[in-house]
Nanobody, 116 residues
Framework: QVRLQESGGGLVQPGGSLRLSCAASGSILSINVMQWFRQAPGKQRELVARITSGSSTGYADSVKGRFTISRDNAKNTLYLQMNTLKPEDTAVYYC??????????WGQGTQVTVSS
């Protein structure tokens, strides 16, 4: 079992920055990939960024060059640095951990609102 707790969401003006954190606990060694997803009202949940156990990263086209995913293994924490935020980035952001067996664990989500 893996438990995930997101933090760092909030209200920010367009062009601003936020850093999301996701603290992981439990069966950490079983985690293969960690990811950030987001879901805007009326839309499907979409993958934003991912990082593997080997620290390879990948991003959705819509956030490339603006968002950076990273992990601190010593703190069991995943981060998402979000710069140059746009109103269309407004969503609930979810942390996801995928185990070696392909099982998904989810956090409860944190709201990010980009508005003037």
């Amino acid at each position: 079992q893996v438990r995930l707790q997101e933090s760092g969401g909030g209200l920010v003006q367009p062009g601003g920055s936020l850093r999301l954190s996701c603290a992981a606990s439990g069966s950490i060694l079983s985690i293969n990939v960690m990811q950030w997803f987001r879901q805007a009202p009326g839309k499907q949940r979409e993958l934003v960024a991912r990082i593997t156990s080997g620290s390879s990263t990948g991003y959705a086209d819509s956030v490339k060059g603006r968002f950076t995913i990273s992990r601190d293994n010593a703190k069991n924490t995943l981060y998402l640095q979000m710069n140059t935020l746009k109103p269309e980035d407004t969503a609930v952001y979810y942390c996801n951990a995928r185990s070696l067996g392909g099982y998904d664990f989810w956090g409860q989500g944190t709201q990010v609102t980009v508005s003037s």
